[in-house]
């Protein structure tokens, strides 16, 4: 190797730039044993000074070196890793310019080279699968072992076929929990309706552009959702194969199955739809019904070192409400940041409205709160915290609905939002339900309580610090009647999901936990109630257990016809597994005429707490019923049950009776029944009429949460079904008991429900009170020829009876965005549906 300058001392090359490294030699002639020091230009500009002290043994044997340390490498700083086109070049001491090796034409430059800023990051991510028919994953990408970011493009495919490009830019906290990464790294795509059936498909999820297959990936899987869709599908795909003679009935069979609708997996493209449509039906509102007063709504906001971006958008959320008629306090807890103060002081220059209060001394949320309570001028009072967000309407739909409904505490529906402004778990919540609020605190945000009822209930404790809000909530349901708690059906708060947000992290927040614990204990002392409170799975999420201060007489009744081997299981399962003693089992012996019956009935007549009734007549579950209470004069509770049910926690009556005597307006409880796999059949009934009513949370694992924990947390319903339920026998009788001339078989439990509730009593799901539910089994199902007009006609009728109520149209326990008539707290009703509702 010849040196390329032989007019200088120093002789060395350029030698490769390639994954981000410009690697080289050089050593100076006149002094072979000292190390070179390089200047580095990128684009022309000098970036850094290195030396040349690596091993290049190459180089020194080749040029017979007496020491090889003449080497370098320089890593490309990441600012010129951007995909662009940059040069980049090195010059000795003497400015002279170290020729690039691979410049190999005459007429190219010798000094300079030029390269594309990019390196193949390394990639980390997962394929979770397809859930309720959404699939998800998510992926980072870092270089050189740097932070690992989000924002990686992914390509989904279906049998080979690209389905969809994604941009994993979906909040995951768990990932950033676990990894330390960005959050925004998650990808969701809703599987098209078209590939839905039970025809198992093979799904890739691939890294674009250098097609890396995610771990996870590729999985084989079918989606069968709905069993008609399933089944429509499943035909589609069958005539696809058929010759084309057939295609009319293609056609045919496509233009029957339903068409996709929104879901949870869909949950932002719903959402953005449907706050543009909020905003047109507040507008009309505001035009056609004006506010007959214009009170002054205090907003409070207690501040404690947020993100300056965060409460930036938060306080000009307030500030764009359409509702002009608010003040807005802010309370700096402590004063931690001079930052924040300056933009506070400024923000209360700019505008009149806006009031701050200085705390010297950090005094935590409820200290802060206080110093803003005392301070509210408003008619109402509105609770906010500093880095969320209101929607632009929120007070004003909040004002509207206390002048319409008079009411002195309401609350709204919310969701949240990341840092890309994607909307996602909603929390659409249910009218006042005090036995959900004892599990756990629903009300939330947004919450809006008139300022003089706010006083009356009292300031925020500080010993309830991190539960503060439940603890003001239960204070405030001990005063006000429940009418006067008002739910508004509208989403009008976003909470603010980063990764120091409360709506992200609890792991590191337990002292919540046990503050939300002795809320709730504290709560129900007050009430003089007795009851052990404790977390669930060390949630925010609260199991009540009563204690039974006395034990009136049980009812169990249980109809049957003949299937004697089930009928007994299920009656010596009650004898084995019921801690409660003061019952009775009733068998209604509804005409059997087995051997195997009669040996039943005489065996099980000369236990001391069975008897039979038996009834010679057609199967009318409702009139068999009627009859068998006919005959339980002295007992307080009626346990209607199914033979195909059977208990195995010892506790079960307990429990039941323990929510039944809890508050003096319980009149009926249900129970948790389980499929034999251990997912759920019954965890209560939502009515509607688009589907009359539905089973909530069906299908779902026995351990699983449900809906913002609804499937572990005792809660006002607005139906159970009959197969495990207790009534009050003075109210069953007071409603008139079941319908049996016109509800004979079908949905005369979930009419005796609303008919209970219609007469001003509440109806509980009892989440710790479980049986397995074998269903259908004793009388078989409604879908077949002979049972189908029976089933047809009873629905019409409880669509005659019920379909004007209000009850009926908008289910006070189960949100009006949430479907009837499909997969319950899963599909969403079209925004465009729902115009109807007053603002």
Known sequence: ?????????????????EDGIARGWAFDQLSPNSVVRLHVLIDNQEVAQILCDAERSDVANMLDLARPYVGFEFHIPDEFIDGAEHTIAFRFPDRSAVPFYGAREAHDRKDVHTFFGYIQPTYQGYADGIKQGVLRGWVVQSHRGGPKKGGVTVCVTANGANLAQLKADRYRG????VLGCDPNCGFEYVIPQRLRGSMPREYRVIVMPEKIELDGSPFVTSIANDQLETRLVDIADTIDALQKELTRLRTEIRNVIPQPGFNLGDYDNWARRYYADLRSRVAQAREQTPLKTQPLVSVLVPTYKPLMSDFEAAIESVIGQTYPHWELIIVDDGAKSAEIAERIDLYCKQDSRIRAITLKKNQGIAGATNAGMDAAQGDYTVFFDHDDLMVDVALE???RAAERTGARLLYSDEDKIDQAGYFSAPNFKPDFNHRYLLGCNYICHLTMVETKTMREIGLLRKEYDGAQDHDFVLRASEILKGDEIYHVPELLYHWRLTPNSTAVRIDNKQYAVQAGIKAVHDHLIRLKLKADVSSINELSIYNVQWKLTRKPKVSIIIPFK??????????EAILEHTDYRNYEIVLVDNWSVTLESVRFTKTFSKRRNIRFVRIEEPFNYSRINNLAVATCNKSEFYMFMNNDVFVENGSWLSELIGEALAEPNVGAVGAKLLYPDDTIQH???????????????????????????RARLSHEVTAVTAAAMLVRADVFKKIGGFDELDLQVAYNDVDLCLKIRAAGYKIIFAANAIAYHHESISRGSDQTPEHEGRFLRETQTMQDRWGKQAIFIRDPAYSRFFATDHQPF???VDPRRLADYPI
């Open 683 to 709: 965890a209560g009934v939502a009515v509607g009429p688009a589907g009359v009513a539905t089973h909530i949370h069906r299908a779902i694992n026995r351990y699983d949460y449900g809906y913002i924990g």
């Open 397 to 399: 739909v909040m004002v």
């Open 826 to 828: 899963f599909e969403l």
């Open 562 to 571: 003949d299937q004697i081997e089930m009928t007994q299981r299920c009656v």
């Open 174 to 177: 768990d990932v950033a929990a």
């Open 1 to 17: 190797m010849t040196p390329p300058n032989a007019t200088s001392p120093f002789v060395g090359f350029f030698d490769t730039c």
